[in-house]
């Protein structure tokens, strides 16, 4: 048995229109989707369904963080954003990243921006990226 290849997330860094979101705790996504197409006939083998592609969506992105009231091009931008309604160019930068890689990049908006205040703990912010058209992943 070999050892694992897995790179930790540790240091992954989200981009929002060429600037990093500052103190980031979670990233999720994209979480890329493809609707099928029933073409089943009467003549499809042993009378199982029959499927082809169809068109793809290339999902959302979830971040969470710390608020950070200085972070104007980053969190501040986000929100500023969502607001306008303004589409903007992401990039999520894997840990080890040089030169563009690993990463994925694409264009969408921001559609959820939340913050919550509780009395004990740290002020915290979380969105929603809506991607439009393909993102695209590069590693080597």
Known sequence: MSASSAVAGKGTILEWNAIPVVELTSISGPTETMDTIDV???????????????????????????????????QIAMHADFQAGTKRAWIIKMPGWVAGKPQIAGNGYVTAFSMSYPYEDKISVSGTIKITGKPVLTVS
């Open 40 to 74: 089943t006939s009467h003549g499809s083998e042993g009378a199982y369904r029959e499927f082809v592609g169809g068109i793809k969506d290339g999902g959302d992105i979830s971040f969470e963080g710390n608020f950070i009231k200085g972070d104007a091009a980053g």
